[in-house]
């Protein structure tokens, strides 16, 4: 019913500059409204990480590790999510996810939905 489309992942140097564009979309009047939407990163060995999220009315929350180098904004007309990602360090190498708490109509509470996932490799 709802597709999240990630896209903006790639290689860059430590200190580079990425970013993410999570674009949700469903079948026509299924979407009701978008809550939470969220951006997790996993690395190889490691569990999946909440990375940054965003409230409906654009109140942010952030892992330690990346405030003040990551920015997640949304565009609400578009349902999209952002990821701006600055000063990367080889450590934010992860396959990153976005995922989305969708009000489909008819449905008394939230559905979440995910991302396949776009690979961001940070070299050294």
């Known amino acids: 019913q709802v597709q999240l489309v990630e896209s903006g992942g790639g290689l860059v140097q430590a200190g580079g500059s990425l970013r993410l564009s999570c674009a949700a979309s469903g079948t026509s009047g299924s979407i009701f409204s978008i809550n939470v939407m969220t951006w997790y990163r996993q690395a190889p060995g490691k569990q999946r990480e909440l990375v940054a999220s965003?409230?409906?009315?654009?109140?942010?929350k952030y892992v330690d590790s990346v405030k003040g180098r990551f920015t997640i904004s949304r565009d609400n007309a578009k349902n999209t999510v952002y990821l701006q990602m600055n000063s990367l360090k080889p450590e934010d190498t992860a396959v990153y996810y976005c995922a989305a708490d969708v009000q489909i109509l008819g449905r008394l509470v939230p559905s979440r939905f995910w991302g396949q996932g776009t690979q961001v490799t940070v070299s050294s």
């Open positions: 965003i409230s409906s009315g654009s109140v942010t």
